[in-house]
């Protein structure tokens, strides 16, 4: 019989934070300065999109940064703006996750099915979603990499279905997302990519499967050549624009709710005190799980202390320890946290070069992980709780969103001496709470 362990605390005592608006001065003049907002596009990935709650949905895609940056452009003569709106009727999109319930403050979720936008599969028996073949400047794509934004091939293993419902069917084979993206006429455009480029590798344990190019880790080159690239295909004619940090990737919830500490101590009670320490797999050989090790939000727990056919349990002894892609050791944690680095520096370089803006999200998500109060609203990297992050431990909530949002204007601000208005975040929720 499979021991379902529970992993989270107390997170049913919620306090409800009420805050008010921002100061806003009575004298107060938006002034665009000296950029061209006319015609602004978003180049991005899952984090533009609006992907949220682990998948894309009407709701999500409403409140992305970029989307709540242009209403705030729309004061300095910012045009249109509109994204890949999935329908009313198929509102879901790919399906997401929502909060049911919490079970002795645990949380308890479930997927969403109903009111999908798919239509059919591709080859390889992934979700093919209906097509946007309309004209938007919400370009963000969830899933995309800077290295495979190089790539054509939508229609191959390396297939992105976010990807391929923007384009007709007879070049979808055939288009790169850098092409995709520079081909829309544009005065100022934000970029947010090369997240996943390390992303994908950490929240394997960094475990790069051969069959699976979204989870290599990029090397610093190749990013350097792939970022310069893109940039320079964005600032053709000489357009100004706004770029982002990579955030610390283990800053987020996915990587900070399931600990060492939660797991020896469900292992000590369910095993009446017969056990109390995890052992996990590392590239140099199995060991006890220490405090620096981060285990992902999605460990299926109810695979501790299960037997394998030597009759060792699952997690509890070094001959059977808990598999490699489901923790981030020690070493793997300074192996990313070096990478992060190492690519912000080229960003930062590149963005010098280019007189562009520059939103640090990388120091942003750490002011988060140690907790601040923003406009009267707790925020934190606490799963549930914390406010910016949603159920999926990555992706923002709304309000996540309006500060990310904030975090990009006060940067266009400064950049380029203007004074777009920023956004009350006290309007945005954070997670959706059962019957609210």
Known sequence: MKKNFKLYTAILSIGVLTGCAPDMDGDFQAEKGTADFSTYI?????????????????????????????????????????????SREQENGSGYLQLIALDQGNPVT???????????????????????????????????????????????????PFFERLLPDEVASATRYIDFAAGHDHTFFSFWLGNNDVLGYATNGAVSRPDDPTTRLISVPEFEGAYRTFIEALTVKSQ??????????????????????????????????????????????????????????????????????????????????IEDHYVLDSDEVKEVAARVKQLNAKIMEIAEEND??????????????????YNGIAISS???????????????????????????????????????????????????YPNN
């Open 42 to 86: 978003a180049v991005g990935n899952s984090l533009t999109a609006g992907y949220a709650d682990g998948g894309l949905y009407l709701e999500g895609q409403q409140v992305a940064f970029p989307n709540l940056i242009a209403e705030q452009l729309a004061s300095v003569g910012g045009g249109e703006f509109t994204s890949p709106f999935f």
């Open 240 to 321: 100004k624009g706004v770029v982002a940090t990579i955030p610390d990737v283990t800053a987020v919830p996915f990587f900070n709710t399931v600990t060492t500490a939660l797991l020896n101590a469900a292992v000590e009670e369910a095993s009446g005190g017969q056990a109390n320490t995890v052992y996990i797999a590392t590239k140099t050989g199995a060991r006890e799980a220490s405090t620096d090790d981060l285990f992902i939000l999605t460990f299926p727990s109810d695979l501790l202390a299960q037997p394998n056919q030597q009759g060792i349990p699952y997690g509890l002894h070094p001959a059977n320890p």
């Open 382 to 432: 606490a799963y549930i709780t914390g406010n910016a992050f949603s159920l999926d431990g990555i992706h923002l909530t709304p309000i996540g969103n309006a500060i990310v949002a904030n975090l990009f204007i006060d940067a266009i601000n400064k950049q380029y001496k203007a004074d777009v208005p920023k956004i009350d975040i006290t309007s945005y929720r954070g997670i959706k």
């Open 110 to 160: 479930e997927p969403v099915t109903d009111k999908l936008a798919l239509r059919g599969q591709n080859d390889q028996g992934g979700p093919l979603y209906t097509k946007h073949l309309e004209p938007i400047q919400n370009l963000g794509v969830p899933g995309m990499r800077l290295d495979l934004a190089m790539v054509p091939g939508v229609g191959s293993t390396l297939g992105n």
């Open 356 to 373: 562009l803006a520059v939103a640090d999200v990388y120091a942003f998500l750490n002011k988060v992980k140690t907790g601040y109060v």
